[in-house]
């Protein structure tokens, strides 16, 4: 395939099919959200010591939650399309404004656990293939069913235990240190030594799985017929490896990249929530908890369109791999 | 070429290494023992195997399955998959040097530049994710010092010698987006490339369609005059043979059982096994015509038409369409054997599908026994399935694996309404029907070989016993030996039970066996139909008398014995 006009109809098409989905997903999200009990002004209330029926009832006709449910979700859609995701009453802020200053960290953690479980996972994967049945292969290989089979939050707080409170190398917790004022790469060091672990935490699973993916899909495709004429040819295998296996046997991890992507927010919330990391998990989590609906309805909204993006993006990088892939 | 000296000369063909010529071999395999791993069924692949190329000729080794032959390809080119499979004795002498003995390295400047191969499916033997002209000109880089200008040139020039149209759009297609002949000749390009002093060939053809073989059997063997190479081809068909051996290797289990002269092993085989095998290849003079027209017509297919739409979605209209059939007219009178002969692609399948309606037609009209099935709803069709049976070509996955042979058989009569122990007891009477041991009943599939599966296919077709049968290419999965035997049954079976026959083949010989009447099927639409005799012998239709010239070995009579 080309980056030709033919991608960027298919593009243009992707995107507008994702309309209906996303807006799917908003009535989906609203209407659950209607059945939990409880609503913002009963919180405000309850966090008060209590409060008369009369107050309450005044909170709810401000927050414009008396109205009927259908009244509701079509102002609220019709907010939506309109770009504007409400005000959240609990934090006195408009949603949008809230949101979009902790989309930041967040794709910061995304996009450094996606880089480190698919690199790390191919490459893990690539040196058990090469070696395997050798201490090399038993290694790695054990190492990622153990990697596989543990909890997130568990591993969180023992790489917490061993690298910040034992060794004192890595900081505990939030995405920066706010009183030393760091500039420029300072800065960048800074918030690359608070990275290290939400997103060792975060990426262990998928990196351990991609490690098996592309040990198995290595192991596969050295049994094709390609490579029989490959070496046919003279090849070393070496070359045999790095120049025909390498890029068939991505593919599969490819591919579960992209279901990734979906889960890396869930996982998030309880991940940023362990290291104070502030970004859109840690915000959802306060949010539900708070029963403040506009600001978690926003932040599932923007979730939704990420991963949207995010699929439509590793369809791309899919058919930049594979010639097979045909985009009409 | 073809049509070698008649009669033998006389001479016992001993399984020596001579091939009658004094003249150095390019390529000498002396004792080659190969080792299969504990498990396997036995103990060598290849035994004690002694065999000579010379330059400028085209070795054949013939043999069915598991004879061994491909073992002996990868044994000289250093390709066994070792550990399990390996060599233990024997010498592979390449302009005087033990190839066995040979380095890694050493075998790595050898393969490609020297002796060169070509494999069986050229769409898995290449690389998906490359290009066909990066897959060629690397074969030029890791073997030759020459500038990104010259290996272009080299490549063109090659391309154009294997008579790739367009060779610039060749070069940079992927693998999937030419045919299948492309694929080949673009394979015997890259094998060429460096004029290697040998081509192994293993089975170049079995995977092409029956004009697409011809033309690259034509090609091999022009290109291997053109640079005097030696061939070493590999393949399990008599009639490739005949179209283009010099000499002629015959292997069972690992064993060379005959070796000589194209002319000597073809026309005057010595080795009992030879002549089974040879005995077993169809010939191609039709069978006499044994029904009369007088029979009454048990299927009509009216404008049967069957379009594939591809790449409709929400936000678009369907783009391509693809017609497999075409408005396609047949009848079929009671107890005779229409053939339907075409092309991969030319709709013989589909066309068999929809008149079972395992696919729903487009348009057109099949009737049965005078019911029209078309005109019936799928509820209303079910009591009617019975009367059309289905023999599928895998026999490796058209059986159930966890249901043992007796239940496969009884599974349609019972569904019909027969009380399950009668329709097991039949079903034991079936296998009787089919030559199998009825103490097989029990068995589970996998237990079979690929001839035993097929005959246990039929029997489960017969088990409803249907007014037609609808074989769909049921031997072209099976070994020659095995495939006479298969299609003795079906015509003995179908000559007591006098039924009515539906047979799909792309094989002309298998066809001419068989059938009483062919229709020749191109791009969905039957271009020539009648008696198989007249339509041998006085083909109407340009294609019908193209696919006739393409059959290999046309020109040779397999003696008979």
């Given amino acids: ?328 | 070429m073809s049509t070698p000296p008649a009669a033998a000369n006389g001479r016992g063909g001993p399984p020596a290494a001579t091939n009658g010529v004094d003249e150095p071999a390019l390529l000498a395999v002396q004792g080659l023992n190969v080792a299969l791993p504990a498990w396997a069924d036995r103990e060598r692949a290849v035994s004690d195997l002694s065999i000579q190329l010379l330059p400028n000729q085209i070795v054949c080794v013939v043999g069915e399955s598991g004879s061994g032959k491909s073992v002996l390809a990868r044994a000289i080119m250093g390709l066994l998959p070792a550990p399990h499979v390996h060599v233990t004795g024997g010498r592979v002498l390449f302009d005087g040097e033990d190839l066995l003995q040979a380095t890694p390295g050493r075998m790595r400047a050898v393969r490609g530049a020297r002796i060169a191969m070509i494999f069986q499916e050229p769409m898995t033997a290449l690389n998906p994710l490359m290009t066909i002209g990066w897959q060629i000109e690397e074969m030029v880089e890791i073997h030759l010092v020459l500038g990104a200008r010259e290996r272009r040139a080299r490549i063109l020039a090659l391309l154009e010698e294997v008579r790739l149209a367009d060779p610039e759009r060749i070069l940079r297609a992927y693998p999937h987006e030419i045919s299948g002949g492309q694929r080949q000749r673009a394979m015997i390009a890259m094998a060429l490339i460096l004029e290697p002093a040998i081509l192994i060939a293993d089975e170049p053809t079995t995977a092409l369609d029956v004009t697409t073989q011809a033309q690259i059997l034509a090609l091999i063997k022009e290109l291997q005059r053109k640079h005097q190479t030696g061939v070493l081809f590999i393949t399990h068909d008599f009639g490739v043979v005949a179209e283009i051996a010099d000499h002629v290797a015959v292997m069972r289990h690992g064993v060379l059982v005959e070796i000589g002269t194209a002319a000597q092993v073809l026309n005057a085989p010595q080795h009992e096994y030879t002549r089974s095998l040879i005995a077993a290849v169809p010939a191609l003079a039709p069978r006499a015509k044994r029904v009369t027209d007088a029979a009454p017509v048990v299927l009509e297919v009216r404008g049967m038409t069957k379009t594939f739409a591809s790449g409709a979605g929400w936000f678009s209209r369907a783009r391509r369409s693809v017609p497999a059939v075409k408005a396609v007219e047949l009848a079929l009178r009671r107890g005779h054997t229409l053939g339907l002969v075409g092309e991969s692609g030319s709709g013989k399948s589909t066309l068999a599908r929809c008149i079972i309606r395992l696919i729903e037609p487009d348009a057109g009209s099949v009737r049965l026994a005078g019911i029209d099935l078309s005109a019936l709803t799928r509820r209303e069709l079910r009591p009617h399935r019975k009367h059309i049976q289905m023999v599928f070509q895998d026999p490796f996955g058209s059986l159930n694996p966890r249901m043992t042979v007796v239940q496969l058989i009884a599974q349609g009569p019972i569904t019909h309404g027969v009380a399950v122990p009668e329709a097991l007891a039949r079903a034991r009477e079936l296998l009787q029907l089919v030559r199998l041991d009825p103490a097989a009943a029990d068995r589970f599939p996998h237990e079979f070989s690929g001839g035993q599966r097929q005959r246990i296919g039929i029997a489960r077709a017969l088990a409803l016993k249907p007014l037609l049968l609808v074989a769909d290419e049921p031997v072209s999965a099976l070994d020659v030996s095995v495939q006479a035997q298969v299609l003795q049954l079906l015509a003995d079976i179908r000559d007591r039970l006098e039924l009515t026959m539906l047979f799909i083949t792309h094989d002309l010989r298998v066809a001419a066996q068989v059938c009483d009447e062919i229709a020749v099927m191109r791009q969905g639409e039957i271009v020539e139909t009648g008696p198989t005799a007249a339509v041998f012998a006085d083909p109407q239709h340009p294609y019908t008398r193209e696919l006739l010239a393409a059959v290999p070995g046309r020109n040779w009579v397999p003696p008979r014995f």
């Fill in chain 1, 1 to 328: 395939m080309a980056l030709g006009p033919k991608t960027a109809v298919y593009i243009v098409r992707r995107l507008a099919q994702a309309v209906p989905v996303v807006i799917g997903i908003v009535v989906l999200n609203f209407l659950l959200l209607q059945l939990a009990p409880g609503d913002a002004a009963t919180v405000l209330a309850g966090e008060a010591g209590g409060a008369p029926p009369e107050y309450v009832a005044q909170l709810r006709e401000r927050f414009g939650l008396d109205r009927p449910t259908h009244v509701q979700l079509l102002l609220y859609l019709k907010n939506v399309l309109s770009l504007d995701l409400g005000y959240s009453f609990r934090n006195s802020m408009p949603v949008s404004t809230l949101i979009l200053g902790r989309l930041g960290p967040t794709l910061l953690l995304m996009g450094a656990t996606l880089l480190a479980s698919v690199l790390c996972g191919v490459l893990l994967g690539l040196l058990a293939a090469t070696a395997v049945n050798t201490w090399r292969d038993r290694v790695i290989s054990v190492a990622a069913v153990i990697a596989y089979a543990t909890p997130l939050f568990w591993i969180g707080l023992m790489l917490i235990l061993l690298f910040s409170i034992k060794l004192e190398w890595l900081p505990t917790t939030g995405m920066e240190d706010v009183v030393a004022f760091n500039e420029g790469w300072d800065r960048v060091l800074d918030i690359a030594r608070h990275l290290v672990l939400p997103t060792v935490t975060l990426s262990l699973f998928y990196m351990a799985l991609y490690t098996r993916m592309m040990r198995a899909a290595m192991l596969d495709q050295r049994g094709m017929d390609y490579v029989v004429t490959a070496r046919s040819k003279g090849l070393s295998e070496r070359l045999i490896t790095y120049r025909h296996v390498l890029r068939n046997a991505v593919l599969p991890v490819v591919t579960m990249a992209g279901v990734q992507v979906g889960s890396l927010l869930g996982g998030s919330v309880v991940v940023e929530s362990v290291f104070a990391w502030p970004g859109l998990g840690q915000l959802a989590f306060q949010s539900l908890f708070a029963r403040d609906f506009n600001l978690l309805l926003g932040i599932f909204f923007l979730s939704a369109c990420l991963v949207v993006l995010v699929n439509l993006a590793v369809d791309l990088v899919y058919l930049a791999l594979d010639p097979r892939i045909n985009v009409d």
